[in-house]
């Protein structure tokens, strides 16, 4: 089994044991209200996101990215000890600073693997794969969430926070059966140490991040998608298959999506799945039935399966070789500090002014990099997807 499928089943079960915590939060914190979700959230990732860069670098320069990724994997484990015994927002807050926390040390290396060992003719395929089985592992434990809660009328949320500690323990497991490239494990110290700068990268990768980072202040947390089903008058059960759809469609189509953007250029296929962020979380503001609430939750995971494994893979593929990790790593720090002002917006705008008035902002701005993303990469000689 090489290390994209791997890596894969990694994530599969990582995600199960994730997922069967991830929708219970903002239902679980509904009476400390959206501002508290946002500052949560928001706060967490930007904490963080600068710990993926870091992690990006040293796996550059170590190149020993099989032991962060374990470390990292390893340390959200650990956290999820602090979530079972959390009885209010500040317990679930130390969890999520813990659980970040592993996640920006192992997400670059992770990634970086990912890359080499699908090469540049797969960039797609590895990171739809990489996406689908991500995806496929949240569904399943949103599904195991869900009856876990029904099963003869049980509600305790701490129950089932404690059995995701399973899911998590056997992916954690499979990640000693990796193996790196033997290059790849050596230090390589007569290099001249180059220092993680912003001027290395080249101007394609340079645009694209600045992109992401902009449509990310619109893309504030999936916790106030839960909330405002729960704001709808569903139950939390009722909230889990909302997800848990949701999940199975970015599941089916994240291959796919990741597969035709290698044959016609992935910054067509982000277009378009920004586009259709803006449009659906505009549909988030109107939505007024029970009907049109599941319409959305099932286009908002066509979205999550057009841009989320492309936005890795047109990272990856634009930046320089040796600056890999480095690239990935700073794609992931946009993105967690652009994590701040959206989830903190939103909470705002949706306690000063209503939830639809802060769906209908966070739309318009997705609309508008949409609008940029094509200007500008259109103006491109060549497709990202191509470049290294």
Request: one cysteine or more; hydrophobic letters at 45%; a positive charge.
């Amino acid at each position: 089994m090489n290390n994209v499928w791997l890596l894969s089943f990694v994530s599969f079960f990582t995600d199960m044991g994730t997922y069967m915590v991830t929708p219970l939060i903002p239902i679980f914190l509904a009476s400390s209200g959206p501002m508290i979700i946002g500052i949560i959230d928001g706060v967490s990732e930007a904490l963080t996101s600068l710990l993926k860069f870091v992690s990006g670098y040293v796996s550059d320069r170590s190149k020993k990215r099989k032991s962060l990724a374990i470390l990292g994997y390893g340390l959200s484990g650990i956290g999820r000890i602090v979530l079972v015994i959390a009885s209010s927002w500040v317990g679930v807050f130390v969890w999520k600073l813990i659980d970040r926390t592993g996640k920006g040390i192992r997400t670059a290396p992770r990634d970086a693997i990912i890359s080499e060992a699908g090469g540049k003719r797969k960039q797609g395929r590895s990171f739809g794969l990489h996406q689908m089985m991500d995806m496929l592992g949240a569904a399943i434990g949103i599904g195991i969430a869900y009856l876990l809660l029904t099963m003869d009328g049980n509600k305790d949320f701490q129950s089932v926070f404690l059995y995701s500690l399973v899911p998590v323990g056997i992916g954690f497991c499979l990640l000693f059966a990796i193996k790196e490239k033997r290059e790849n494990t050596k230090v390589i110290s007569r290099e001249p140490k180059t220092k993680p700068s912003w001027k290395k990268l080249n101007r394609e990768t340079k645009q694209l991040l600045l992109i992401i980072m902009l449509f990310t202040v619109a893309n504030s947390s999936n916790s106030f998608l839960l909330l405002r089903a729960t704001d709808l008058g569903l139950s939390a059960t009722s909230v889990l298959l909302l997800y848990l759809v949701l999940h199975l469609v970015a599941s089916l189509f994240s291959y796919t999506s990741g597969a035709i953007s290698d044959r016609f250029g992935h910054k067509v296929i982000l277009t378009v799945g920004y586009i259709l962020y803006g449009f659906v979380y505009i549909g988030f503001g109107m939505v007024s039935s029970i009907t049109g609430l599941w319409l959305l939750f099932i286009l908002y995971g066509f979205y999550i399966a057009l841009t989320k494994g492309i936005e890795k893979s047109l990272v990856a593929s634009s930046a320089p070789k040796d600056l890999k990790a480095t690239s990935l790593g700073m794609y992931s720090m946009v993105t967690g500090i652009g994590l701040l002002p959206a989830s903190l917006l939103t909470g705002w705008v949706w306690q000063e002014f209503g939830a639809a008035t802060s769906f209908y902002l966070n739309g318009c701005i997705a609309l508008v990099t949409a609008l940029i993303l094509y200007k500008v990469l259109s103006g491109n000689k060549q497709d990202l997807s191509t470049n290294q």
